[in-house]
């Protein structure tokens, strides 16, 4: 284990499972989902040809059921599962929060900005409207709210990270039992999926009911 803290292997995974992603969205995404590129760019939906496609994308995809953006996500969610305990040994609960927020914000606040500046130059190019209002640009620049506030997605890709903001919270709030090492930590994830369940079932009878009422 290095001095910082970090195991060796868990960081060639993270390289493994960027690729990954970067497979995933250049080289799946760009070429599969033109209209899904076209929402998010805010721009004209390019047409696509089949010869056009280039002969190396159908051998990164020669096995359907494997998805390359599933894999290199839930690569970066067992990496962070292995090595927050190490972390929760060594910080309180408030120190742990305060030192992944002073890790995470400031890189994502200037991506998100880059971001938001590409879409305006392609919404100006394109002579469209921006698409999004400034309450969604501010829910956005909060990352882990945006689902609570009910608002749309705007880059696609910050859903991942919204997942990993309340993972930390759980986390902090279980500290505790991560420094006792007790095994009473893995009945929070059943606990939380059953309260989900509950939750989308309430749901979904109050959205029929109003439904039927109206």
Not at 9 to 36: C, D, E, M, P, Q
Not at 153 to 180: H, N, P, Q, S
Not at 188 to 213: E, G
Request: net charge positive.
């Amino acid at each position: 284990m290095q001095g910082n803290s970090r195991i060796d292997f868990a960081n060639t995974l993270r390289g493994f499972a960027a690729l990954a992603v970067v497979i995933s969205h250049h080289y799946g995404v760009f070429w599969s989902s033109r209209a899904a590129v076209a929402y998010i760019t805010n721009s004209p939906a390019l047409p696509l040809e089949t010869h056009a496609i280039p002969g190396y994308i159908s051998w990164l995809h020669i096995f359907p059921i494997f998805n390359w953006g599933a894999y290199g996500v839930a690569l970066f969610f067992i990496i962070s599962g292995f090595v927050i305990p190490f972390s929760l040994q060594k910080m309180s609960c408030v120190g742990f929060l305060i030192n992944r927020i002073l890790r995470i914000m400031p890189t994502y606040f200037v991506g998100f900005s880059v971001t938001l500046l590409a879409l305006l130059i392609s919404s100006q190019y394109f002579s469209r409207e921006y698409p999004f209002s400034i309450r969604e640009v501010l829910i956005h620049y909060i990352p882990g709210i945006r689902d609570i506030m009910w608002s749309r997605g705007i880059d696609g890709i910050v859903w991942t990270l919204e997942i990993e903001m309340k993972f930390y919270l759980v986390c902090a709030l279980l500290i505790v039992l991560f420094r006792k090492q007790s095994l009473k930590v893995f009945f929070a994830p059943v606990a939380l999926f059953l309260l989900a369940l509950y939750v989308r079932s309430r749901t979904i009878a109050l959205i029929r009911d109003v439904v039927h009422y109206s």
